[in-house]
């Protein structure tokens, strides 16, 4: 009984290992190639798969997803002999998986290499300043050289990015230092400006303001004129209305006297030869009252004798 039960598990076994080697699941976004005595029969997609165990093997599975490899730095030589390091990253996705099994040993080392190549061979027509600044350019080249060398791997190339370029050291800092010497030069023509716009707004405030200032003071005098142009004129409608005699004038005449004799300034003032009549006026005015006192004429003022009086006397003044 024994080698019987021995025979049976056995058996067993091995159905169990035929089972497991018949039924293939693949995941998604994933293929499998199947050779049949080392060649290739089919690709399985994925999901349940049936194979012949223990005739039919699974050589490789491929994973259908975009995928991102970055390369290390290359040196790459520009037009102008100098050398810089260049980071690469590409961005593929295997659509044959057929192809990139049987077509190429090592699709990555391929695309690596290739990469390489035609990176030198962009770079090597550009100079250093128009590599730094034509990453598009390179991008774009790079990638229409690689998709079409790949396709027939069965792989699409979707994006290619430069990481970074590196100049040499010395470059960099004499790079550095003219990026620096070009933001001092904008700051100072920065500045400049900004003085000339001020100068320009200060100018400008100053003439608005000499403007209206001078239209205030245009103002301000027509309207000073106007008022004593008003002040005469109601200074002689209030005198012509009230129509005052010779004696009232007479006697504002004689007041006014002193005050044009007022001042430092005036060391001489003409006596008009109208101050007759007004002597006159006031002695004919004082006559109604009586005699002065003190006698006579010899110590007042005179009284009018009817004499004209002298055209016009100057008298020095006496401060």
């Avoid at 050779?35 to 093997?57: C, H, K, M, Q």
């Avoid at 000073?224 to 142009?229: D, T």
């Amino acid at each position: 009984m024994e080698p019987i039960i021995i025979v049976l598990i056995i058996l067993v076994v091995l159905v169990f290992i035929a089972l497991i080697k018949t039924i293939q699941v693949i995941p998604q976004a994933s293929a499998a190639i199947v050779e049949r005595f080392g060649r290739y029969t089919r690709t399985l997609n994925a999901g349940l798969n049936i194979v012949v165990p223990f005739i039919d093997s699974i050589r490789n599975r491929v994973d259908l997803r975009e995928q991102v490899v970055p390369f290390p730095p290359q040196p790459v030589i520009t037009q102008d002999n100098l050398v810089v390091n260049i980071d690469t990253v590409i961005y593929y996705q295997v659509t044959d998986a057929r192809a990139a099994t049987y077509e190429v040993a090592s699709y990555i080392q391929a695309i690596e290499q290739l990469t390489v190549t035609t990176l030198r061979n962009i770079i090597g027509g550009m100079d250093l300043e128009r590599t730094l600044t034509s990453r598009e350019e390179i991008n774009a080249a790079l990638r229409g050289v690689l998709d079409e060398a790949t396709g027939k791997w069965g792989i699409r190339v979707n994006r290619v990015e430069l990481k970074a370029i590196e100049p040499p050291t010395s470059i960099q800092d004499s790079m550095e230092k003219q990026m620096r010497a070009d933001r001092d030069k904008r700051a100072a023509i920065l500045q400049a400006e900004g003085v000339r716009q001020s100068e320009i707004l200060r100018a400008e405030g100053e003439k608005q303001s000499a403007i209206l200032r001078a239209e205030g003071e245009s103002k301000a005098a027509a309207l000073r004129a106007e008022g004593e142009a008003q002040a005469i004129r109601t200074v002689f409608e209030s005198i012509h209305a009230g129509d005052p005699d010779q004696k009232l004038l007479s006697y504002q005449y004689l007041q006014m006297l002193p005050k044009i004799a007022e001042g430092d300034a005036n060391k001489l003032w003409i006596v008009p030869s109208e101050i007759g009549d007004a002597l006159k006026g006031l002695g004919g005015a004082m006559g109604n009252f009586g005699p002065l006192t003190g006698g006579g004429n010899g110590g007042g003022t005179p009284a009018a004798t009817g004499k004209e009086p002298a055209p016009r006397r100057e008298q020095p003044r006496i401060d």
